[in-house]
């Protein structure tokens, strides 16, 4: 009996004490990677709360944060649902951290994350006030803008091209003149690296999710400029405005010719929720709706990678949510390749998003392709002042 006491002892206090050691989610900073096809690291910065009721995870570049509440704690597993961009990740808790895969359509990145940690880098910046400004520079065929600003800190900024900005990077500069950013938002997984000298990058690298890597060059140039926004895509020979009609997300009918856009400057926003550059036009869409509520009105055209209306009101409703659009939504049944198909008045359609500027009397005055968010710095608050100036001009015809 005495011994069947022991025993049973033995193996409570076992029990307690692989409790006491399992491995649990800290609240705090953390410093994570994604592991590329070359084993190369594209480091990232998160924030994990918890409170009674949730868990939530902030994604961090710079002053941008990107929330993250659809998340699973099952025992020491996490599973985590992105916003937006079709990813999710699987992950284990371990004693050092964590340990997982993010998983997207085409690929998976292996993962892995420590704690008490918010260096984006494990180099610090130590060369200051050489990164700072425009830089021209060509990836393959690719004609690109880096506009970057520095602290004392760090690097932040993004990548302008025709069709939009590869949003939000933070770095460092190393001693030996290396500049190193990266990106991750769950839609752009990316790591920019280039040598500095004087006014020109060496040996320029961008790693592109798991396997794209292109190779470059560069130099400083403070005039550098990409063509203009407002000039690749028009209106076909005989067309001053769209003619479509299109169910919103309650299957209800909508047209440029209702009631409502009657008298008002209207923006038709082309669109996706496959399509990070479609986050931060949204965003900035919405904040042009409040200012301007009396005279102003937005539809947004909804391209999908499925056809299907209610799978394509699903990923919808996600773009909604996380940008807080309460302007009308249509679900155009197509997919982002057949815009031409559902908007046969274009001409030369290029990029997502597309917006088209309608003035009161249902004409078509500008059509801007692509955007470029707040990641940008200096070239979105020029377009900023430069959009509201024209529908203030559009307000007083």
């Excluded at 004693?95 to 008490?116: C, D, H, Q, V, W």
């Excluded at 001693?175 to 006014?199: H, P």
């Excluded at 209800?252 to 400057?265: A, G, H, Q, T």
């Amino acid at each position: 009996m005495k011994k069947v006491l022991y025993f049973t002892i033995i193996a409570m206090m076992a029990l307690i004490s692989c409790k006491e050691s399992s491995p649990s989610l800290m609240p705090g900073m953390w410093r994570a990677s994604l592991l590329t096809q070359d084993t190369v690291e594209i480091p990232f910065v998160f924030e994990v709360k918890i409170s009674e009721n949730d868990t939530v995870f902030d994604i961090i570049t710079g002053d941008y944060r990107y929330e993250v509440k659809d998340i699973k704690v099952i025992g020491d597993s996490l599973f985590i649902n992105m916003p937006l961009f079709s990813s999710n990740f699987k992950i284990l808790l371990t004693k050092s951290g964590m340990e997982g895969n993010l998983i997207r359509s085409s690929y998976t990145m292996p993962f892995k994350a420590e704690p008490n940690s918010s260096a984006r880098f494990k180099e610090t910046h130590e060369i200051k006030g050489i990164a700072a400004g425009r830089w021209q520079i060509t990836l393959g065929e690719k004609e690109l803008i880096g506009e970057f600003e520095e602290t004392e800190s760090r690097v932040t900024g993004s990548f302008l091209s025709p069709s939009g900005d590869y949003r939000f990077f933070e770095g460092v500069v190393n001693k030996e003149g290396k500049l190193m950013m990266s990106c991750f938002d769950g839609g752009f997984i990316r790591l920019f690296v280039a040598d500095i000298d004087g006014d020109t990058l060496r040996n320029i690298k961008m790693h592109s999710g798991f396997s794209s890597v292109e190779d470059g060059t560069g130099f400083r140039n403070p005039n550098a400029a990409l063509p203009d926004a407002y000039s690749v895509t028009g209106l076909k020979k005989g067309y001053t405005t769209l003619g479509f009609t299109f169910p919103d997300m309650d299957g209800n009918p909508v047209s440029l010719s209702d009631e409502r856009f009657k008298d008002k400057i209207t923006v038709v926003q082309i669109s996706g929720s496959w399509c990070p550059n479609c986050l931060d036009e949204s965003r900035f869409l919405m904040e042009m709706l409040q200012k301007y509520s009396a005279h102003m009105e937005v539809i947004c055209l909804t391209f999908e990678r499925s056809d299907d209306f209610e799978k394509a009101k699903t990923e919808a409703k996600k773009l909604v949510d996380v940008a807080g659009i309460t302007y009308p939504v249509l679900i155009t049944g197509h997919t982002p390749a057949n815009v031409k198909i559902a908007l046969p008045e274009l001409d030369n359609f290029r990029a997502f998003p597309t917006s088209l500027i309608i003035d009161k009397k249902g004409k078509v005055r500008k059509i801007h392709s692509g955007f470029s968010g707040p990641g940008t710095g200096v070239h979105y608050r020029n377009f900023v002042s430069e959009f509201t100036s024209f529908v203030d001009s559009l307000i007083a015809e």
